[in-house]
């Protein structure tokens, strides 16, 4: 029962090519969040969004951007993939405003650039 | 702003030996404490959480007790298994005030049989 669903789970892409990963879920959480995880270091917050209210952080960069058309889908576009955006992509959701309430995560997309 | 720090790994154990992982805080409201597990290739798998000071979160053997008067949330457990190799991510959120999930570095557990 996946219930934040990410896909692919792997994919390769050419240098300088616009990819698109996306993630759907079946929790109806108002919050989904986009991590990179670089190999043996911790998940980093890209942005994320409350409910249509888009949050992005300071620093990350202008060639990664997302989409989040309904409450079940969130998508993230990176324009133009270079070699040091190679990394497992993490998505994840929760519910703002509630004391005991955790992130649930996807299955994560690793992203290979070529 | 908010932060974790958890112990440098990597952690290596023998099957049925004692686990500590350190794990300590800095924040300025009242946050969330958790641990997250990840095995290789996988996403992040909630392992347990404490939402208040003094709280003691525990799953599969594993416990953590929110301390606030130390900010620390240090990860235990009695009697590790081979099948507990993974990396564990100290983590804390303050959902009320819109702060995403902050992780620590992670320290990779390796156990032997």
């Excluded at chain 1, 934040?4 to 390769?12: G, T």
């Excluded at chain 1, 759907?24 to 917050?45: C, D, E, F, G, R």
């Excluded at chain 2, 969330?32 to 404490?50: R, T």
């Excluded at chain 2, 799953?59 to 235990?76: C, D, I, Q, V, W």
Aim: aromatic residues 12%.
């Amino acid at each position: 029962d996946a219930m934040v669903i990410q896909n692919p789970r792997y994919q390769v892409t050419q240098f300088g090519k616009p990819v698109t990963l996306s993630c759907s879920q079946t929790l109806n959480h108002n919050v989904m969040y986009w991590y990179q995880q670089k190999s043996s270091q911790a998940p980093k917050l890209l942005f994320h969004y409350y409910d249509k209210d888009f949050n992005n952080e300071a620093d990350t960069p202008d060639n990664f951007q997302s989409r989040r058309p309904n409450t079940s889908f969130c998508f993230l576009d990176i324009r133009s993939p270079g070699l040091g955006d190679a990394a497992m992509y993490l998505c994840a959701t929760s519910t703002r405003g509630s004391m005991n309430t955790e992130a649930f995560f996807g299955q994560g997309t690793r992203l290979t650039v070529v | 702003g908010n932060s974790v720090t958890q112990m440098e790994g990597p952690v290596t154990l023998s099957e049925e030996a004692f686990l500590t992982i350190n794990c300590t805080y800095t924040a300025t409201g009242y946050p969330s404490l958790f641990w997250y597990v990840q095995y290789p290739g996988e996403g992040l798998q909630l392992l347990l959480k404490a939402t208040k000071a003094d709280d003691k979160g525990s799953n599969k053997g594993f416990e953590a007790t929110y301390r606030k008067e130390t900010t620390s949330f240090h990860l235990e457990k009695g009697s590790v298994q081979v099948s507990d190799s993974a990396v564990y991510f100290c983590a804390l959120s303050d959902y009320q005030a819109g702060t995403a999930l902050i992780f620590g570095k992670g320290t990779t557990l390796s156990v032997s049989s």
